[in-house]
């Protein structure tokens, strides 16, 4: 059987994680992987009522910062233990839609909340797990941003903050790069969509046991 590995995929919205996470789980499958895919929040029945919630419930639109930070740690706690660990200790692929460097990243970063409250809380809610790598797409924020607005659906309420949070959240993103290059790689995201998906492809390959 082969290892488990958790891989984790980072970016702002509008930069294309969920076309790049099903090309890459096709590929991996293709080449005889258990794939699993699981988003952030969400990802267990308790975690997708969280997920409504912090995203479109009306009783949303009061929360603070802090009750924010604690029901995504809280989504995040629960999907840990009854999902990626156990898939890992039976050998699967698992992919991250968003994982704790999000929270770090939206809460920490551009909400400004304490630094040092965010990474304990995050490392309460992981217990120890952590990605072997992590991906982050990069691309300019505006651009990101009509992308979003070109999709044509209703924003929910992460989506409808300010540019200038946009902005905090993809400098947040390149500072925690920097700050973790042996986790974190940083991909282009402002090109064509098969060029992205084969610099991942490179990355994978060349890191990880995945094929």
């Avoid at 096709?26 to 258990?34: I, S």
């Avoid at 968003?98 to 965010?118: H, I, K, W």
């Avoid at 993809?170 to 790689?185: H, K, M, N, T, V």
Wanted: net charge neutral; with cysteine; hydrophobic share 45%.
């Amino acid at each position: 059987m082969s290892a488990g590995f958790l891989l984790s995929f980072e970016g702002s919205e509008g930069c294309g994680k969920s076309t790049q996470i099903g090309l890459l789980r096709t590929r991996l499958e293709t080449a005889g992987r258990r794939v699993v895919v699981l988003r952030e929040p969400g990802g267990t029945e308790l975690g997708e009522s969280i997920r409504h919630l912090l995203q479109h419930a009306k009783e949303g639109a009061t929360m603070s910062n802090e009750t924010e930070l604690l029901l995504f740690a809280a989504s995040r706690a629960q999907l840990v233990r009854e999902k990626i660990r156990p898939l890992l200790d039976d050998g699967a692929f698992v992919i991250l839609d968003r994982f704790l460097d999000s929270t770090t990243v939206y809460q920490g970063v551009a909400r400004g909340l304490p630094l040092e409250s965010v990474r304990a809380i995050n490392h309460f809610a992981i217990g120890g797990t952590l990605p072997a790598l992590t991906l982050l797409l990069d691309m300019d924020s505006t651009i990101a941003r009509q992308r979003i607005h070109q999709a044509g659906r209703a924003l929910d309420r992460i989506e409808s903050q300010p540019m200038e949070f946009f902005e905090k959240v993809r400098q947040g993103y390149l500072d925690l790069a920097r700050a973790e290059p042996g986790r974190i790689r940083i991909i282009d995201a402002a090109v064509a969509p098969e060029a992205v998906h084969e610099n991942i492809w490179q990355i994978i390959t060349a890191q990880t046991h995945a094929v």
